[in-house]
């Protein structure tokens, strides 16, 4: 079983930035691609960022890209996610997720098994 546990949302003005953690009590981590997605009010969720099992290999939304930057530290099991530059449109849930789908780490939320209960980032203008 796999256990997801975010830290790290808040309040931040535009062109603020924030940094995201997201703890994973696993067996075995390095098994499990990683990611953070986002649903905004009224919206559907999204994928932000993922980073393969390795971390060698990252994902970003266009929509983030050179704002965020996504990591993993294999001795802590935690990922990271760094926020900079934030927009008013950066508000959301930020979820942190987990799949073993054979190496699989790109934007597709079926393939992630394993999801926190969310984090809230609000950046006001």
């Known amino acids: 079983q796999v256990r997801l546990e975010e830290s790290g949302g808040g309040l931040v003005q535009a062109g603020g930035s924030l940094n995201l953690s997201c703890s994973a009590h696993a067996k075995s981590f390095d098994n499990y691609a990683m990611g953070w997605f986002r649903q905004a009010p009224g919206k559907e969720r999204e994928a932000v960022s993922i980073i393969s099992l390795s971390g060698q290999n990252t994902w970003y939304t266009g929509a983030v890209l050179g704002r965020f930057t996504i990591s993993r530290d294999m001795v802590k099991n935690t990922i990271y996610l760094q926020m900079t530059n934030l927009k008013t449109d950066d508000t959301a849930t930020y979820y942190c997720?987990?799949?073993?789908?054979?190496?699989?780490?790109?934007?597709?939320?079926?393939?992630?098994?394993?999801w926190g209960q969310g984090t809230q980032v609000t950046v006001s203008s």
């Open positions: 997720a987990a799949g073993n789908s054979g190496g699989y780490y790109g934007p597709a939320q079926h393939k992630y098994q394993h």
